[in-house]
T-cell receptor
Framework: DAKTTQPNSMESNEEEPVHLPCNHS???????IHWYRQLPSQGPEYVIH???SNVNNRMASLAIAEDRKSSTLILHRATLRDAAVYYC?????????FGKGTRLHILP | NAGVTQTPKFRILKIGQSMTLQCTQD?????MYWYRQDPGMGLKLIYY???????DKGEVPNGYNVSRSTTEDFPLRLELAAPSQTSVYFC?????????????FGQGTRLTVV
């Protein structure tokens, strides 16, 4: 499994963009990069995934570095509801292994 | 569409008791997972299954057993409950397609062993 490094916590103001970084320098060439988040007292939920190109969906955007050794989850306009732990998972095969993630605090 | 359903939502067990945490999904997913999450910590994989009749150990399997007799159900068994098993347990499922399919999680079972 690829090793990941994420900041323990980040803060952002409400209605501003948030950039959540993840380093995954040992990722293999065929591994998709997945992001999940866990809202307080809930199970994790899927956010987005990508392989090489940048990806957008209704929740977020995923920017993937050209060498694929890092990626950034972008929340374009954070709301209080986006306060959660965000997990970057660069190697999803049979198993899905979660790291410690980044706890995102949103300031009103 | 119910998704992933876990029962019970809460349970208090005495040390040495046994119980089964139920997990069922109605999405015809091949892959199913059990995780535990201790307070303030991340999720740890207990067991997983890639299809009916096939199960494998995750990161923290000791003290647990699983079975997968049908595609829909993936129960987790605690035989001799210990205080260290106090945790929130999450079940998840994912369709086959290894590299690029999303997992769906249940709402969790909060277990306290006293």
């Amino acid at each position: 499994d690829a090793k990941t490094t994420q900041p323990n916590s980040m803060e952002s103001n409400e209605e501003e963009p948030v950039h959540l970084p993840c380093n995954h320098s040992t990722i293999s060439g065929t591994d998709y990069i997945h992001w999940y988040r866990q809202l307080p007292s809930q199970g994790p939920e899927y956010v987005i995934h990508g392989l090489t190109s940048n990806v957008n969906n209704r929740m977020a955007s995923l920017a993937i570095a050209e060498d694929r050794k890092s990626s950034t989850l972008i929340l374009h306009r954070a709301t209080l509801r986006d306060a959660a732990v965000y997990y970057c998972i660069p190697s999803v095969r049979d198993k899905i292994i979660f790291g410690k993630g980044t706890r995102l605090h949103i300031l009103p | 569409n119910a998704g992933v359903t876990q029962t019970p939502k809460f349970r208090i067990l005495k040390i040495g008791q046994s119980m089964t945490l139920q997990c069922t999904q109605d999405m015809n997913h091949n892959y199913m997972y059990w995780y535990r999450q201790d307070p303030g910590m991340g999720l740890k994989l207990i067991y997983y299954s890639v299809g009916a009749g096939i199960t494998d150990k995750g990161e923290v399997p000791n003290g647990y057993n699983v079975s997968r007799s049908t595609t829909e159900d993936f129960p987790l068994r605690l035989e001799l409950a210990a205080p260290s098993q106090t945790s929130v347990y999450f079940c998840a499922s994912r369709r086959q397609g290894l590299l690029n399919t999303e997992a769906f999680f249940g709402q969790g079972t909060r277990l306290t062993v006293v």
